[in-house]
């Protein structure tokens, strides 16, 4: 089975500054992918930034970039310039593709961004 | 393009009594799915659909629960002789896929029904 672990259950940090949520994972399987989702405040859940883990080369969307290193198993998520709009719970998720179709999602770790 | 709509988006309801929940999923998607979120916690996978076939259940997925998907387009969610327990967000979200083996797509989440058992 599958797990996605988030160990920072609330982070703070100042409008413009850059924010790292860390997540990490388990699996046996090689060929799956990573999701982060920004749930806001009473809003519904949407999609951030997805890598692929075939692919070498880390994602990127805008302000917001991802660290992958499959072999620790680790997928973190870089926001730069931070805005008040990024205030959210943020959601680390995994699926295997060609698999169970399901997501696996961590615990999330809640974001405000201080004006 | 219209997103994932859910409804209700609240409901209350007295323990014992059944109720049920509707997703329309984006237009072109063939694939849906069912999640359960409580509170301070990442959602949970209930089951998914391709087309109109059920194609996997969690055991969080009690023989209380039952989900359909006439026709392939809308789902709904019953839950019937309500607990307490199943005060929690409800999330369904879609996504296309190439076929029963095709790659994985990205889910998009509707708003949710949020339920309270009373």
């Known amino acids: 089975a599958q797990t996605v672990t988030q160990s920072q259950p609330e982070m703070s940090v100042q409008e413009a500054e850059t924010v790292t949520l860390s997540c990490t994972y388990d699996?046996?399987?090689?060929?799956?992918?990573l999701f982060w989702y920004k749930q806001p405040p009473s809003r519904q859940m949407i999609l951030v930034i997805r890598?692929?883990?075939?692919?070498?080369q880390n994602a990127t969307e805008n302000r917001f970039s991802v660290n992958f290193q499959k072999a620790a198993k680790s997928f973190s998520l870089k926001i730069s310039d931070s805005q008040l709009g990024d205030t959210a719970m943020y959601f680390c998720?995994?699926?295997?593709?060609?698999?169970?179709?399901?997501?696996?999602f961590g615990t999330g770790t809640r974001l405000t961004i201080i004006p | 393009d219209t997103g994932v709509s859910q409804d209700p988006r609240h409901k209350i309801t007295k323990r014992g009594q059944n109720v049920t929940f509707r997703c329309d999923p984006i237009?072109?998607?063939?694939?849906l799915y069912w999640y359960r979120q409580t509170l301070g916690q990442g959602p949970e996978f209930l089951t998914y659909?391709?087309?109109?076939?059920?194609?996997?259940k969690s055991r969080l997925l009690s023989d209380r629960f039952s989900a359909e998907r006439p026709k392939g387009s809308f789902s709904t969610l019953e839950i019937q002789r309500t607990e307490q327990g199943d005060s929690a967000m409800y999330l369904c979200?879609?996504?296309?896929?190439?076929?029963?083996?095709?790659?994985?797509?990205?889910?998009?989440f509707g708003p949710g029904t949020r339920l309270t058992v009373l």
């Open positions: 659909f391709q087309n109109e076939a059920q194609l996997e």
């Open positions: 237009s072109e998607h063939n694939r």
């Open positions: 998720a995994f699926i295997l593709n060609f698999g169970n179709e399901k997501l696996t």
């Open positions: 890598q692929e883990a075939y692919k070498q």
């Open positions: 979200a879609s996504s296309l896929a190439a076929g029963l083996a095709g790659s994985t797509d990205t889910q998009y």
């Open positions: 699996t046996s399987e090689s060929n799956y992918y």
